[in-house]
């Protein structure tokens, strides 16, 4: 059963949230289709209870109440677990072992892992650590932080190869960074396991920085040989959990 009044209550914030500067009571009713009479009367209650502010020039807007909510709504949302369902289907679709990692300093640790059972088994685990520089995972945070973020991170690390092909020149890896940028996604091929390619895109929260990043992984020659399908399924993917945790473009 739906309840009318909230569901207008609803609306209401929905609509001002399109309008940063704010809309008079006549422009919201004649927007939602709504009589004005009945739209002053709701919005009188939310403004009277803070949920929304007024302009000098009679416009309302979102209020205070919304941000203190908004946040306390922010701290109970477990992005882990609230991923896992879109992160499994994911793996069910491109039918390789998928990963989720948080960024710990210099660090990527594993937070999500859904292995597929054809897939090539990696010595990854939840809550293992690895480096930033050499893993698709990390290599997402490089790219998607703020500049400054991703500079102070590059000064305090030495690039130590993992394996032959690991990049280890500092000028290489920020080329590389900078293609993935205009990419949307970051890659990386046997720098850290032989034998694997890891494919990773970033996950993005309600204030537009990156929270997450999720990483398919697999075998070199079949990742590259579906790689278009999984690079599609892997955006689709992160704009889903970063749509679920707030985000918008």
């Known amino acids: 059963m739906t309840v009318k009044s909230a569901l207008r209550v609803l609306q209401i914030f929905e ?41 000098a020039s009679k416009k309302y807007k979102l209020g205070a109440n919304l941000i203190q909510l908004g946040s306390k709504a922010l701290d109970s949302f ?9 992160l499994q289907e994911l793996m069910n679709t491109v039918e390789e072992t998928v990963f989720m990692a948080v960024l710990s300093e210099d660090k990527v640790v594993y937070v999500n892992k859904f292995e597929f059972e054809r897939s090539i088994r ?23 932080l703020p500049f400054r973020e991703r500079e102070e991170i590059l000064s305090k ?28 996604y970051t890659f990386e091929e046997e720098e850290n396991e032989e034998g694997l390619l890891c494919i990773a895109a970033p996950v993005y929260d309600v204030s537009k920085r990156i929270k997450a990043a999720v990483s398919v992984a697999g075998p070199k020659e079949r990742m590259l040989m579906h790689k ?8 689709v993917t992160t704009e889903r959990i970063s749509a679920r945790m707030g985000y918008s473009k």
Not at 125 to 144: D, E
Not at 172 to 184: D, I, N, V, W
């Open 15 to 55: 609509l001002l949230a399109q309008y940063p500067d704010g809309l008079t009571v006549k422009e919201m009713s004649d927007k939602l289709g709504w009589p004005q009479s009945s739209t002053f009367n709701l919005i009188q209650t939310l403004y009277n209870q803070s949920y929304l502010s007024q302009s």
């Open 78 to 86: 477990d992005f882990v677990t609230e991923s896992q369902p879109y």
């Open 122 to 144: 990696t010595s990854a685990y939840i809550g293992m650590q690895r480096p930033v520089y050499c893993t698709g995972l990390g290599k997402a945070f490089l790219t998607f």
């Open 157 to 184: 690390i030495e690039l130590k190869a993992i394996t032959p092909k690991t990049i280890t020149d500092r000028q290489a890896l920020e080329l590389q960074l900078s293609e993935f940028f205009e990419l949307g």
């Open 228 to 235: 278009d399908r999984i690079v599609s399924n892997l955006l």
